[in-house]
């Protein structure tokens, strides 16, 4: 038993110091770490060891090889876990990745734009549409007119950091616009689903104008009136 650990622990190191020759530094425990689902035996961590260096294989190719078998459930046996052509099913299983994250993005894309139109838009619409004799703000209705607003405005707001959260009904985003240029950005807000304001930006993410402040903090007790009547937000503390 001894004996096997010692050589487990010589194979590592080998591992290691092959990982250093090709430029790609290994820690011993990342390589433990990545197989400690799988329990696997000294012999069979072994086994892991001599296939690479055997078959002359980055270590970090096997295992994205690997991570891809668990993340589509397919047998690990020693057939699939040690191809004898590792290139050809390293690139066949990266192509299916591939393939299905893809489908898997469409999917959640298509949830993001169905929950955004049916549910997070009426309520928004409902709640959040003000206007007074010089600017008018409103949901965004979509996607692309998110993005659109960013690369206008030179802001980041058109990044997906915001734009998947906004479908999601994670932030609230809105345009404000001067009433007689009601479809040129102007001023972007973001309000949490609190109800508070997070933040609010001019072209090139400037501060607003003392005009602008005082529209929004009028549009604020507005939609924050709304908000303490509906549903929606009834569980919500609205400050």
């Known amino acids: 038993m001894e004996e096997n650990a010692q050589k487990f622990l010589e194979k590592m190191n080998e591992l290691v110091a092959l990982g250093k020759k090709k430029k790609s530094i290994l820690d011993v425990q990342e390589i433990n770490d990545f197989f400690a689902d799988m329990e696997l035996s000294a012999e ?5 060891f001599e ?3 055997n078959k002359d294989v980055h270590y970090s190719s096997y295992c994205d090889y690997i991570s891809w078998l668990k ?25 299916y990745d591939i393939r299905m994250t893809a489908i898997a993005n469409e999917k959640a894309e298509k949830e993001m734009r169905d ?25 965004f209705q979509n996607k692309e007119e998110i993005i659109i607003e960013g690369q206008i405005q030179d802001i980041c707001v058109g990044g997906e950091r915001y734009t998947k959260p906004y479908m999601k009904g994670e932030t609230y985003l809105f345009c404000l ?19 508070n304001l997070v933040q609010s930006r001019m072209k090139f ?25 509906h549903k929606f937000i009834k569980q919500r503390e609205v400050a």
Request: aromatic content about 14%.
């Open 44 to 48: 069979q961590m072994e086994k892991v």
């Open 51 to 53: 296939y690479l260096v």
């Open 71 to 95: 993340k589509y459930n397919f047998d690990i046996t020693t057939k699939t876990a040690f191809p004898r052509y590792f290139k050809q099913k390293h690139d066949e299983l990266m192509k």
């Open 115 to 139: 929950n955004l139109k049916q549910n997070l838009l009426p309520f928004l619409n409902k709640n959040f549409v003000y206007s007074d004799d010089n600017f008018t703000v409103r949901p």
């Open 177 to 195: 616009r001067k009433n007689d240029e009601l479809d040129k950005p102007y001023c972007t807000i973001e309000v949490n689903t609190n109800g």
């Open 205 to 229: 993410n400037a501060s607003p104008p003392d005009d602008v402040k005082a529209f929004i903090e009028k549009w604020q007790q507005a939609y924050k009136r709304n908000l303490k009547k």
